[in-house]
C-alpha cells in the first residue's frame, strides 16, 4: 500500500486546525499509521527542504517549519500521493480552490497549513526523517473495502 508523508506545518498548530485537517483525511478514507507532535530542527528541515536549496524563499521557509511545533503524520491508501495532494490544493494560495485544504484555510504563501509528499521517492525520505520503521503501526480498518 502507498504511504505519503503529510504534515501540519506550526501556522496549522498554531490556528487550532489539527482536529479539522486530520478529520478531512479521515473522512477521505485514508489510514493513519503514525504520527507526532514535533519541534522540527534545523537539521530535519534542511533534509527535508533540501530541493529547494537556492530558492529565493528558503532561508524564510527553514524559519517558518521550524517557528513552533507541527504535526508530522504517515498516512497509507491506493494512490495516496497524488490523492492527497488534490485533497491539500495548490501551493500557492492564490491557485488552491475551495474544498481544498489550502482553498478554504490558507490565505498566505508559504503559510499553507499542511505540507504533502510529491513522490514515492520524497515519502519514503521524508518519513525516514521524522519517524523511526518501528513508530509505523501496520493494521487493516474493517470498512477497507467499502472506501
Ligand atoms: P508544496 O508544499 O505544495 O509541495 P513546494 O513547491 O514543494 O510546494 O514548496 C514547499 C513550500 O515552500 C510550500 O508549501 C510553501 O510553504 C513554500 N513556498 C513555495 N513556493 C513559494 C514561494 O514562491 N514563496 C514563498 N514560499 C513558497
Ligand atoms: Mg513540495
Known sequence: MEQTFLMIKPDGVQRGLIGRIVSRLEDKGFTLVGCKFAQVTAQQAEFHYAEHV??????????????????????????????SRILIGKTNVKEAQPGTIRGDFAAHTPNNLIHGSDSMESSKREIGNFFEAQELVNYTKGLAPWI
Do not use: C, H, Q
Request: aromatic share 16%.
Open 54 to 83: 537556492g530558492k529565493d524563499f528558503y532561508p524564510n521557509l527553514v524559519k517558518f517549519i521550524t517557528s513552533g511545533p507541527v504535526f508530522a503524520m504517515v498516512w497509507e491508501g491506493d494512490d495516496i500521493i497524488a490523492l
